[in-house]
């Protein structure tokens, strides 16, 4: 099934996630169907706050070992991240933000511990792009947006945009 993505405005997406303490069918076909929804989506990343769902669930388009779930697409349930490295500054996009980019900085490594989707503890080290997604997806599960990464300059020049969005939100 292919979720709605929610968009900016939505109050779920400002909310700090809870963990996941049971690993059964629910959290397995939340996963299953958070992969069908980025795949449709054609994204990187998609955390479960996006599709209105208060978990700390995140689906990435590229392999963690022991989290893959397809051939493309690896679920990370209940992750920690440990970054580090000096700041890259990298256009960035957001599915609840759609047709908007800026520049935003994060850091250039990130190490992630996690459980897959059976409850067993997976890890890895990953960087520049791969780490920047994980940046982004953790940050959804903390209510953190992208664009509280932003400059208040790139900010303000989105401002139009962003009340826009908003009231799209708030008509849905």
């Known amino acids: 099934?292919?979720?709605k993505i929610v968009i900016y405005g939505d109050p779920v997406l400002r909310e700090?996630?809870?963990e996941v303490c049971e690993f059964n069918g629910e959290i397995k076909d939340l996963a299953l169907n958070m992969v069908e929804t980025l795949d449709?989506?054609?994204g990187?990343?998609?955390?479960?706050?996006q599709v209105g769902i208060s978990k700390r669930v995140i689906v990435v388009k590229f392999p963690v070992e022991g989290a893959e779930i397809d051939?493309?697409?690896?679920v990370l349930i209940n992750p920690t991240l440990t970054i580090s490295g000096e700041?890259?500054?990298m256009e960035e996009g957001c599915l609840s933000f759609p047709e908007i980019f800026a520049e935003i900085p994060r850091?250039?490594?990130t190490e992630v511990e996690a459980f897959n989707i059976s409850g067993e503890p997976v890890s890895g080290s990953y960087e520049e792009l791969n780490a920047r997604i994980l940046q982004h997806e953790v940050d959804h599960l903390n209510g953190i947006l992208f664009i509280d990464r932003m400059s208040k300059h790139t900010r303000k020049a989105i401002d139009s945009k962003l009340n826009e969005l908003l009231k799209v939100s708030n008509k849905g």
């Open 107 to 109: 850091r250039r490594f």
């Open 87 to 89: 700041n890259l500054i």
């Open 1 to 3: 099934m292919i979720f």
């Open 16 to 18: 700090f996630a809870g």
């Open 44 to 49: 990187l990343g998609l955390a479960a706050p």
């Open 40 to 42: 449709y989506a054609t």
């Open 71 to 74: 051939n493309d697409y690896s």
